[in-house]
């Protein structure tokens, strides 16, 4: 029964840990590029709303 317990424990806090990693991911879902001055920014803003 404690081996039932503490696999299950372990499994939400994996579950927690890879929830965060993937919104983080999602939110971070953007990259920019300075050019001689110039800005280049590709972002994908629809899947940050949906995610």
């Known amino acids: 029964m404690q081996t039932n317990k503490t696999l ?21 879902s953007s990259t920019e590029v300075r050019v001689l001055g110039l800005e280049i920014n590709a ?6 709303l949906e995610g």
């Open 8 to 28: 299950g424990a372990i499994l939400i806090i994996v579950s927690i840990f890879l929830g965060y990693l993937g919104t983080t991911k999602v939110t971070n």
């Open 43 to 48: 972002s994908n803003e629809s899947e940050k």
